[in-house]
């Protein structure tokens, strides 16, 4: 059973920055970041297989980037320029057993999930 504790949330302005953190209880090849604002989808923000194979949804690509340190079991989600519509609750996923090598985001290729933590952008 594989644990995500996520970090990192918070309030911010538009135009801002937040790095997110998600601690992992063991290593798992691949891993992304999900959001799901109230009424909405949950939806794939960025995903990273093994250590450089990521991809990342059209709304954040040139803004957010996914990185990991494997060493401490840690993901991060730098996001950078942040809007409104980028409010959301920011979730921590995992996928343990091997599937294959690309980097989905869809929510069904992930079967460990954080709690959650809550980004809020403001003008």
């Known amino acids: 059973q594989v644990q995500l504790v996520e970090s990192g949330g918070g309030s911010v302005q538009t135009g801002g920055a937040l790095r997110l953190s998600c601690v992992a209880s063991?290593?798992?090849?691949?891993m992304a970041w999900f959001r799901q604002a109230p009424g909405k989808e949950r939806e794939g923000v960025a995903t990273?297989?093994?250590?450089?194979?990521?991809n990342y949804a059209d709304s954040v690509k040139g803004r957010f980037t996914i990185s990991r340190d494997n060493a401490k079991n840690i993901l991060y989600l730098q996001m950078n320029s942040l809007k409104s519509e980028d409010t959301a609750m920011y979730y921590c996923?995992?996928?343990?057993?091997?599937?294959?090598?690309?980097?989905?985001?869809?929510?069904?290729?992930?079967?460990?999930w954080g709690q959650g933590t809550q980004v809020t952008v403001s003008s």
């Open positions: 063991e290593y798992t090849y691949k």
């Open positions: 996923a995992a996928r343990v057993q091997f599937t294959d090598w690309r980097p989905t985001l869809s929510k069904y290729e992930y079967d460990y």
């Open positions: 990273i297989v093994r250590d450089t194979v990521t």
